[in-house]
């Protein structure tokens, strides 16, 4: 069954190399307009743009989903295969970045972050298959972010409403109004960040190379007939500059919006105020038992 969930995986990004090459036309030179739109879904405030940084994202969700269930399939307590103790390693190692960043009583963020890891990974890479990777999209990544400021937001609000409110005060109720831009601009940092870096990274990549295309047939022009129009320069060479603005930067850029998230939620968590009042619940918890123990006896009696 596990071979199954691998041909899927494979399946899901070649669906996605399959619309790019039936629907999206082919560009002549550089092309840096963002994703292509398919088709326009009508709605009643505003419509909604089905474009091709949507398609490759569903497709490497698919593809992750189908990854995870191939490494978890058919899991055993003795004679593990590489594949399992592939699968006990991304956990350990994504246990102990959370417990390390975040402390023991978020563990249960482990599958989160780990999901963020490889979702943001995955949509990076895909460019090495040619497709439009959904990282070089803000809507894309502005969803990451707005899921990940409603954390920040229920967190720091665990010790209640006006413990929450009351830090905007802190450390000067003057300071209020930067604390509240500083509260927005979160997600919004996040999400610029993460953005403007994977698109660099690709712009650079395109611009480098049309002009060592630009180069080749200046360098080789006296070559006779196609010798002298085929891009020599461009053999080896992006290749190479691939390994950091694909590889490198889409992988790092991945480990830093997990860092930042862990960081934000962790940060955010008022631990004393809401271990204050759990324990106040606790106590009145205790007493209404208490009291409700007693009166039960004085019926009896």
């Known amino acids: 069954m596990s071979i199954v969930y691998l041909i899927l995986c494979i399946l899901s990004m070649a669906a996605a190399i399959a619309v790019k090459v039936m629907f999206v036309p082919a560009s002549d030179g550089i092309d840096i307009s963002g994703a292509h739109v398919f088709f326009t879904v009508k709605m009643p405030i505003q419509d909604l743009p089905i474009t091709e940084a949507q398609v490759n994202s569903w497709c490497v969700i698919l593809a992750v989903m189908f990854l995870c269930l191939f490494l978890t399939t058919g899991l055993k307590t003795r004679n593990i295969s590489i594949r399992q103790m592939l699968a006990e390693w991304i956990v350990e190692k994504v246990t ?82 930067l604390n509240i831009i500083s509260e927005v601009a979160t997600p919004i940092s996040m999400a610029f960040r993460h953005y403007g870096n994977v ?65 934000y939620v962790a940060g955010g968590f008022p631990a004393e105020e809401y271990a204050a009042r759990k324990k106040k619940r606790q106590e009145r918890a205790a007493a209404k038992a208490a009291c409700s123990h007693t009166a039960g006896k004085n019926a009896e009696l």
Not at 104 to 121: D, K, N, V, W
Not at 226 to 242: E, T, W
């Open 96 to 177: 102990g970045l959370v417990r390390t960043n975040m402390g023991e009583y978020f563990e249960g963020f482990a599958p989160f972050i780990a999901a963020i890891l490889g979702l943001s990974g995955f949509s990076s890479l895909s460019s090495l298959l040619g497709l439009f990777p959904p990282t070089s999209d803000i809507n894309i990544i502005a969803g990451w972010a707005i899921l990940v400021f409603f954390l920040i937001t229920y967190y720091k609000m665990k010790a209640g409403p006006w413990i929450y409110l009351k830090s905007f005060g802190q450390p000067q109720p003057l300071l209020a109004p």
């Open 199 to 263: 698109l660099s990274g690709s712009i650079i990549s395109v611009l480098i190379a049309v002009g060592l295309t630009k180069l080749s047939h200046s360098l080789f022009s006296f070559l006779p007939g196609a010798l002298a129009d085929f891009p020599y320069l461009r053999i080896g060479i992006p290749a190479v500059l691939s390994i950091y603005f694909d590889l490198f930067s889409g992988c790092l850029q991945a480990f830093i919006f997990a860092i930042l998230t862990m960081l």
